[in-house]
């Protein structure tokens, strides 16, 4: 039976609903400078865990 870290799904699907509730929480809560570093931290992870899930598996 496959390990879902081999799955493409898990890999894109994980950092993007975390990725979506940082967002979220990130630009309701905060503002000007804060903001921008909350929307640069959900870029990254958008960009880097899902190649770190990929080596994982």
Known sequence: ???ILEQPAFHY???LISAAAVAVIGVTVF????RLVVL????VE??????????AA
């Open 1 to 3: 039976m496959p390990s």
């Open 13 to 15: 699907g994980v950092p």
């Open 31 to 34: 503002s000007g400078l804060e």
């Open 40 to 43: 640069v931290i959900v870029a």
């Open 46 to 55: 958008l960009l880097v865990v899902p190649q770190v899930l990929k080596r």
